[in-house]
């Protein structure tokens, strides 16, 4: 970060460069300068089914998850740090700590339903989805003309993995979710303008999205009368499907995060594990959770920030 200085008559000169963020806060009459010198920074801590502790599996300094496989071993991560590249990076990694392997660029999407190939986008323009897979074999492009533009963390597969679905906007259009082959074929909406699905149920027939109210609400692929989810408070996440599929897991939006299992016909809310990283120091906050189906294996991103205050004496 740079620390400038410009006179009244518009002169700018370079006052100090240092490679972190820095936040002005004062100067004194002789020229001392107060700074606040700010590192942020997203990691993401997990537990394979079994352990007896969480793990690190951050990558690099700037890491966002994304997803579980259906296995529970291993998680999709996407990097926007400087070491990820321009178009940043989506990598997998076990939950057992072993190193995380690169699959290719974009933001980051879902793991198929097999766990063959990972959803990666690039925003273009034009914005460009393509299949990454997981093990021998190279990346498939997904057609999808027309689409302007696409939104970040919203794309996934449907069960069977033939299909998939994201979020984004037909030019001169709203934004909304729609669905496609993976070989091609039309865009087609699956959700009203202006709602984004967060997932799809494990039989394909409804699109889970939060309503205009914040609650999560069921709305039918192929068309009819959406439902709100019953006993979710309205601002609470979804985190995962129950293995049943008459159940979902939601999380609050706090700290400690809570995360409960609701049942879908009756409302029934149970507390079943509450995540807050081991050294609670500049914690900002749980901005994602992924969760296997049967609760036991699970991963959450968190925002650490960490600062110094400093006084520069002979700035000029």
């Known amino acids: 970060d740079f620390l400038r200085a410009i006179t009244l008559s518009g002169r700018l ?3 100090l460069a240092a490679p972190t963020t820095l936040l002005l806060q004062d100067i004194s009459a002789d020229g001392r300068v107060l ?11 997990g537990r394979a089914a079994g352990a007896n502790r969480e793990r690190d599996l951050s990558w690099y300094q700037y890491t966002l998850l994304r997803d579980i496989s259906a296995d529970g071993q291993r998680i999709l991560l996407e990097e926007q740090s400087a070491m990820g590249g321009p178009n940043y990076a989506v990598g997998m990694r076990a939950l057992d700590g072993s190193a995380p392997i690169r699959l290719g660029e974009g933001y980051g999407g879902n793991f198929s339903p097999d766990g063959k190939w990972a959803l990666s986008f690039v925003s273009g323009p034009p914005p460009k989805i393509t299949l990454l897979p997981t093990g021998a074999g190279e990346p498939r492009a997904v057609p999808i003309a027309g689409m302007e533009r696409i939104i970040t963390g919203h794309l996934g597969f449907f069960p069977g993995g033939k299909r998939i679905w994201f979020t984004g906007a037909e030019a001169g259009q709203a934004k909304r979710t729609y669905a496609t082959e993976i070989s091609g074929g039309a865009l087609r909406p699956v959700t009203p303008e202006g709602v ?3 997932s799809i ?17 069921l709305f039918p692929v192929d068309g009819g009368e959406a439902r709100a989810v019953p006993g979710v408070d309205p601002g609470q996440l979804f985190v995962q499907w129950g293995e049943d599929g008459r159940s979902l897991f939601v999380r609050d939006d706090g700290l400690p995060t809570s995360i409960y299992k609701v049942d879908l016909s009756s409302g029934k ?15 900002m906050n749980v901005s994602a959770v992924v969760l296997s189906r049967d609760g036991k294996a699970y991963a959450y991103n968190y925002s650490r920030l960490s600062s110094e205050l400093m006084v520069v004496e002979g700035l000029k």
């Open 201 to 217: 149920s494990p039989d394909g027939k409804f699109m889970l999205a939060p309503d205009p109210d914040r609650r999560l609400t």
């Open 35 to 45: 700074l606040m010198s700010a590192d942020a920074r997203f990691r993401v801590a």
């Open 13 to 15: 000169r370079l006052l």
């Open 196 to 198: 984004f699905a967060v």
């Open 269 to 283: 809310k149970i507390l079943v594990l509450r995540l807050m990283p081991a050294d609670p120091a500049g914690v």
